[in-house]
């Protein structure tokens, strides 16, 4: 099938225009908001970030009779191990997202948005005010779209690179000034937001995917996928695969085509051994169970795992997942901003365990810890990052407990072999 969001040559406004693009936002400014917002509901799209949240329900909970202004803000700030789709697609067509917005805005009724992202993407940042730049200049966005009567004026913000901020409160509370913090719900954003105004948070991919569902219906694009998992996704491939990168497939594609036949297999040498789906917070899969799974929210949540944000790393049987494990715990605990106390406190200790076991210190009770402190911290936080932490620990040591077992016996995998250039 033709790919709806990685598009070739569509970077440039004319490029794009050419392609069709802002044809559904000429379409959507005809329209009334809440014939937009169900259109959406019908097309089943589901937030891609990592949730899956359905997004035309989302933009339904904004309340009608809210006073003030609202806004839209679109999450760039992708820092989930593994995954690399939305800096991939902003530059390779950032007009999509652009349209996505003006679109959306004009659903909520928001006359601002935001595009908040990560510091480090200077080149995606780049491209996204060359591209809002150019749409202004046609009148796509800014005072009086396309004649419309209808405002809608978008600002880049860069943040400054914590993983904390890609959860939406912490998100609203850096654009604000404010050390990034996630916030107590309820109040939801959708209530009171940024700026303590309704507001809608959206992620990139989710966003840039709306132009093609108002330009041919919510039916034609629930029609593609599975079951409830309709549309496509685009998946982060990542490990010893022939042709790693970002590849667009249908919801409900198997694990097996996009390792075989859209990444060209494995390296020559290399077994698969594991697989984690969805970014390096979902529970991984041992290679029998990925080989068997299809690539959607319902059948990786039966798997035991998620879809979450697409980013499929593929582990090989050379890979110790201790140490793969203790490279993780080391991520979460830098990057947990500390205010819960399960959070602060769990991934330090999960680390401490890890770095044990790792140099051939520990003992058979840590392991048992291990998955006790993890099992602890689930669902006792403000914000899921503790979940992200303790889902893959306790898939880890379930899976892989022998190699857990090795490791508190004293036997360390062998180091590395120096690398010949």
């Known amino acids: 099938m033709e ?134 200049a046609k009148g796509f966005i800014g005072g009086n779209m396309l004649g419309s009567g209808s405002d809608f004026e978008l600002y880049l913000h860069r943040g ?37 105004g309704p507001t809608v948070i959206n992620n990139v991919e989710t966003l840039a995917s ?28 990542s490990g010893p695969v022939n042709k790693p990168g970002v590849y667009e497939l249908p919801l409900g594609a198997a694990f097996r085509e996009l390792l075989e036949k859209t990444c060209g297999g494995l390296k020559p040498g290399k077994k698969l051994k594991a697989v984690i789906p969805g970014g390096s917070s979902t529970p991984v899969l041992t290679a029998e169970e990925a080989w068997a799974v299809k690539l959607d929210y ?30 993780l715990a080391r991520f979460y605990h830098h990057e947990s901003c500390g205010q819960c106390t399960p959070c602060r406190e769990g991934c330090g200790w999960i680390e401490k365990i890890m770095d044990r076991l790792e140099s051939g210190k520990g003992s058979p009770k840590d392991i048992d810890t291990l998955y006790s402190v993890a099992e602890g911290m689930t669902g006792r936080t403000i914000c899921p990052l503790a979940d992200a932490m303790a889902m893959p620990v306790m898939s880890f040591v379930k899976k892989f407990r022998s190699e857990f077992e090795a490791h508190a016996a004293g036997k360390c995998c062998p180091p590395e072999a120096p690398v010949k250039h």
Request: proline share 5%; aromatic share 8%; with cysteine.
């Open 3 to 136: 790919n709806i969001l990685l598009k070739d040559n569509v970077t440039g406004l004319e490029s794009y225009f050419a392609a069709g693009g802002y044809k559904a936002l000429k379409k959507a400014l005809a329209m009334k908001p809440a014939d937009l917002i169900e259109e959406v509901k019908k097309s089943g799209l589901r937030g891609r970030g990592g949730a899956g949240f359905p997004t035309g329900l989302k933009w339904s909970f904004v309340p009608k009779d809210a006073e003030g202004p609202r806004y839209l803000v679109c999450n760039a700030d992708e820092g989930e191990p593994g995954t690399f789709k939305d800096r991939e697609l902003i530059l390779r067509n950032p007009h999509a997202l652009i349209e996505g917005m003006a679109i959306a805005a004009r659903a909520i009724g928001a006359g601002t948005g935001y595009i908040y992202i990560r510091g480090e993407f200077v080149a995606e940042a780049r491209a996204l005010e060359k591209a809002a730049a150019e749409a202004r």
């Open 160 to 196: 400054a690179g914590a993983y904390i901020c890609g959860e939406e409160t912490a998100l609203l509370e850096s654009l604000e000034g404010f050390k990034g913090q996630p916030r107590l719900k309820p109040p939801f954003p959708a209530v009171k937001g940024l700026f303590g």
């Open 210 to 237: 709306v132009p093609a569902i108002i330009d041919k219906g919510g039916a034609w694009y629930a029609a593609i996928g599975a079951g409830k998992s309709t549309g496509t996704k685009l998946f982060c491939v």
């Open 298 to 327: 319902e059948s990786l949540a039966a798997a035991g795992s998620m879809l979450g944000s697409g980013g499929v790393i593929v582990i090989d049987e050379s890979q110790c997942m201790v140490k793969l494990l203790q490279v």
